[in-house]
């Protein structure tokens, strides 16, 4: 987050899409989510108005309040270090996380999830493939 080091001990790495598609950022074995083992996720957790919630670290350590319906059950723990933009802009630290899927929506364009201190759901979208944002590493 801006460029500072002193972020990533807390709340981990921001990748651009270009990089997630090396398929080198995942140790051996293990391959960045795709877009259907994320619906799979959150309909596991029982649906995207509920699933975020449940991977959200509790409380307002990192997240603004009010965090809403942040109990971890998953302990999963997905902290809230913002987003850098296609302008190169960071955007959102303690309010929201977007993490990439492996899947292209567009030449542009893929898929990612995004979490928010504002309601306990998984939200999903289309990102310009240079923003940067998390990755979740499923074992193949």
Same mark, same amino acid.
């Given at each position: ?28 074995? #293990? ?14 957790? *029982?649906? %995207? %108005? ?8 509790? *409380? ?30 960071? =955007? ?6 977007? #993490? #990439? ?9 893929? #898929? ?22 998390? =990755? ?5």
């Amino acid at each position: 987050y801006n460029n500072d080091i002193g972020y990533k001990s807390t709340y981990g790495a921001l990748y651009n899409w270009f990089t997630v598609k090396t398929g080198k950022l995942c140790p051996i074995g #293990w391959h960045v989510s795709s877009d259907i083992e994320w619906t799979t996720l959150t309909s596991y957790l *029982g649906g %995207t %108005t509920v699933a975020g919630g449940k991977l959200k670290e509790a *409380g307002t350590s990192h997240w603004t309040s009010p965090n809403e319906g942040a109990t971890n059950v998953s302990d999963f723990t997905a902290l809230p270090g913002g987003s850098r933009l296609n302008n190169g802009s960071f =955007i959102e630290i303690g309010v929201s996380s977007r #993490w #990439w899927s492996s899947t292209e929506f567009s030449s542009s364009t893929a #898929w990612y999830r995004v979490l928010s201190y504002q309601n306990s759901g998984v939200g999903f979208n289309d990102g310009g493939k240079g923003s940067g944002f998390y =990755i979740r590493c499923l074992k193949d």
